[in-house]
């Protein structure tokens, strides 16, 4: 009984502390993933190398003397206005085709080859390291967890927070979310509906920027953290239910503490996969996801 | 007869729907409907066969094998026009059938047996029953979840392979033995000439060609287009829809197996890779820049591809910005392709001199 406590004690509790850390820094980008489908019905296969994008520019930043603090405000501005660019040159003109759905994917795959190829042109393929802010251990019911994890936590939680309230909370949520529902009867009461889509994939893709700047002093900065990180936020995304807020958040969260807890057991890249398998199992029992779409009861 | 009948009444929207198509759209649909008719860019397919043939006389063992590649990725991006031009289905892993065929064929080489024929029959049934599964999963779910569960799938065998060390782990499977073909008793062609090994690459995939070229043209292909314009209309004609989709997912993961089955004994190894999404991917950027839905356009694609990539590489290692470009184009500019493109001007050039 003893080394039963003990166990979940010492060997559990903090694989499940480091999970939640990770779950909600995974909750930021699936957020913007889903933010992005459930109002444009687009699947942001760039969405990865922006988080990417996001490390590097916190890397470049430091390396400036702006310091973490500046890069934490500056990055998510710029990987936004990055996101907005390609909203405006790119997803626009494809929205008004029949298989958008489609050809906005395969747009944005091509964005994504090509960021992940000027990332290794302009920072080269070394991993590069970037300098947590904090550096101390916080001592919590006998178990030691690093500030900086706490920190991670911290943002993430107010990041999520601020998006539940701007969506459910304020009158733009409130147009965002009829946007989602019927995008015609919204501009018929000269609501500028561009602005909507420019702004909430700026908004969706600032929270990858955001979620760049948190993990990098944590994974470090190289040419494929995107992709992989990518692929865990769209098992998070489906498993939650593609554009829904409350299912990306629920599924974050559960979605890594499997991943923590089942590497504790099996080694840790057969965890992956498992989290992968569920990710399958959902989609075969019930393809629409955990949770609804935005705007949808 | 009845299911080109069936094609037409289906491909109109019922009067409820709104048509949401965009002026492009309909346009390209017409367009398309006009040259099947007049069977446009007949030339093309046997212009590029020819030009397949003698192109091993003129060079030398690298772009032959260069060669062997574009044909290899051009039946994985064949089987995914069968899909995307035919049944509407997104495939982002098609990647998986072509590294099962891989692994499942050197496997058998390295442990069972040496028979070409015996292991491409293993490799066909394995790769049947696999996709008639996964299929059965996947169709069910529409549009981009479709393509996510084929990608969730792909990625998935990735990983297994990657971790499972009987074979190989993340270094694959090496030292794959290159066999011979018996095509009669006492003659065989023997793999380890170049040139050899392209030819028999190059007939395996004109053969596929032609039959997934007359198996579309049919009635069967006709039910699969009429799915694909509206997919409601067709179970009231009769046709069960998932039966067909899953017909046409089976046959397109046989096209990708070819390669599969192949790719190793051209490179003498496997790896993980070869399931992952890289592959996947890039079969569906050739195809695009083909031409969806023509089925010889992905193999120009694939081609074309193939031989820049190669070229832009000799000059600069950043050719996936350069790939990732050339897509990005196509898809906003360009949606029907080389094949499309080319079809275009040979329309208007026959409107101009009747």
Not at chain 2, 286 to 297: E, N, W, Y
Request: hydrophobic letters at 55%; a positive charge.
């Amino acid at each position: 009984m003893e080394d039963l406590l003990a166990y979940l004690h010492f060997v559990m509790l903090p694989q499940m502390i480091d999970a939640l850390v990770i779950g909600v820094a995974l909750a930021v980008v699936a957020l913007g993933l889903t933010l992005i489908f459930g109002l444009l019905g687009v699947i942001n296969l760039a969405h990865g190398d922006l988080y990417m994008l996001g490390g590097y520019a916190t890397f470049t930043l430091m390396g400036w003397g702006v310091g973490y603090w500046g890069a934490l405000v500056l990055v998510p501005l710029l990987i936004g206005l990055v996101g907005w660019g390609l909203e405006e040159l790119g997803i626009r003109p494809l929205l008004p085709r029949a298989d958008r759905a489609t050809v906005t994917l395969l747009l944005t795959f091509g964005v994504s080859l090509m960021l992940r190829d000027l990332a290794q042109v302009v920072w080269g393929t070394d991993t590069h390291a970037v300098v947590a802010p904090y550096s101390g251990m916080v001592r919590f019911a006998e178990v030691y967890v690093p500030a900086y994890r706490l920190f991670i936590f911290g943002a993430g939680f107010v990041a999520i927070a601020t998006t539940w309230w701007l969506v459910y909370r304020t009158r733009i949520g409130a147009v965002l979310r009829a946007t989602a529902v019927d995008p015609s009867m919204v501009a018929s009461f000269g609501i500028p509906i561009r602005l909507v889509y420019g702004l909430t994939f700026m908004y969706g893709c600032g929270l990858a920027g955001l979620a760049g700047v948190l993990l990098s002093p944590i994974y470090a900065v190289f040419p494929t953290m995107g992709h992989d990180f990518l692929v865990m936020a769209f098992a998070v995304v489906i498993v939650g239910g593609m554009g829904s807020i409350t299912g990306a958040v629920v599924a974050a969260l559960l979605l890594s503490q499997v991943q923590g807890l089942a590497s504790l057991w099996i080694p840790p890249v057969w965890a992956e996969t498992l989290v992968y398998g569920l990710m399958l199992l959902v989609l075969v029992v019930r393809p629409s996801g955990l949770f609804n779409r935005i705007g949808e009861a | 007869m009845l299911q080109a009948k069936a094609s037409r009444i289906a491909a109109k929207p019922l009067p409820d729907q709104a048509p949401k198509q965009s002026v492009g759209e309909r346009l390209m649909r017409a367009l398309e409907a006009a040259h099947s008719n007049a069977g446009q860019l007949r030339w093309l397919g046997p212009a590029m066969l020819a030009l397949a043939i003698v192109f091993p006389w003129f060079t030398g063992p690298f772009f032959m094998r260069l060669g062997i590649e574009a044909l290899l990725l051009g039946a994985v991006a064949l089987s995914v026009d069968i899909l995307l031009g035919y049944a509407g289905l997104l495939s982002l892993g098609q990647a998986a059938y072509f590294g099962l065929a891989a692994y499942i064929s050197s496997l058998m080489y390295l442990h069972v047996t040496q028979s070409f024929w015996l292991v491409a029959l293993a490799v066909s049934a394995a790769v049947a029953v696999f996709s008639f599964l996964l299929g059965a999963i996947a169709i069910r779910a529409k549009g981009v979840y479709f393509a996510l569960i084929t990608f969730g799938a792909a990625e998935i065998l990735s990983k297994i392979a990657n971790n499972t060390r009987a074979i190989g782990g993340s270094d694959g499977l090496i030292g794959i033995p290159v066999p011979s073909i018996p095509l009669a008793p006492g003659f065989a062609i023997d793999l380890h000439s170049n040139m050899a090994f392209y030819y028999v690459v190059l007939t395996g995939l004109v053969v596929i060609y032609l039959g997934t070229r007359r198996a579309l043209d049919s009635g069967f292909g006709s039910v699969l287009r009429a799915i694909r314009d509206n997919s409601n209309r067709v179970p009231y004609l009769g046709y069960n829809p998932i039966w067909f989709k899953l017909l046409a997912y089976v046959m397109a993961a046989q096209v990708a197996a070819f390669g599969g089955l192949i790719y190793p004994l051209l490179r003498g190894f496997v790896a993980p890779h070869l399931f992952g999404f890289e592959v996947s991917t890039k079969a569906v950027v050739v195809s695009l820049v083909g031409g969806i839905g023509t089925l010889i356009g992905p193999l120009v694609g694939s081609v074309i591809i193939s031989f820049l990539e190669s070229a832009v590489g000799s000059y600069t290692e950043r050719h996936m910005f350069v790939l990732g470009l050339i897509f990005i184009i196509f898809v906003m500019f360009l949606p029907d392709g080389l094949v499309g493109l080319m079809r275009r001007v040979s329309a208007r050039r026959r409107s101009v001199t009747p």
